[in-house]
């Protein structure tokens, strides 16, 4: 049995490393699965890339200046991905060839890209990622590597928002056209 001196020695310790573990807690970015924002990407200049496409011709983020990007993360297998892939083509729709841009980031074997866009047809450009540590999700933020993963970026090239899963509907409206919420 523990005297009282020591009691209250082990109750003095268990405090403060509860209080030192929220304390790190509170420090640490805010990054969480279930669509909350990496806020310490918002308003920084987003990563230069140059991606192919699945023809092998590159892209660059930088062809997109002067209009709003959404990237979207995304591979053949994860489901929550492709669930949100309809909605991302709707909305891609409505805002024509001369609004923001939705750009699919596969972050995939080319080859398993190839077979699902083959009948799953999208109406908006799809790169390949780069797999390689740091991989290209990451660079933007993906930290936790979950999948889907989306970035919107301003016509100046600056990160608005960060969401970890899929968007919605009212989500995506609200990247395209209005200011992201947090």
Known sequence: MLSRSNTLILTLAVVASVIGGYVQHRNQPSTSYGGLTDTTLIGQPAPAFLLPDLDGKPHRLADNHGRRVLLNFWAS???????????????QARTGNNGPVIIGIAMDDPAHVRR???????????????????????????????????????ANGTIMATH??????????????GAPRP
């Open 116 to 154: 699902f866009l083959a009948t799953h047809p999208l109406d908006y450009p799809i790169l390949l990622g780069d797999l390689a540590d740091p991989s290209t999700s990451a660079l933007f933020g993906d930290t936790q590597t979950v999948l889907p993963y989306s970035v919107l970026i301003d």
């Open 164 to 177: 970890v899963g899929a968007l919605t509907s009212s989500e995506l409206e609200s990247w395209l056209i």
């Open 77 to 91: 297998w994860c489901v929550p991905c492709l669930a949100e892939m309809p909605a991302l083509n709707r909305a």
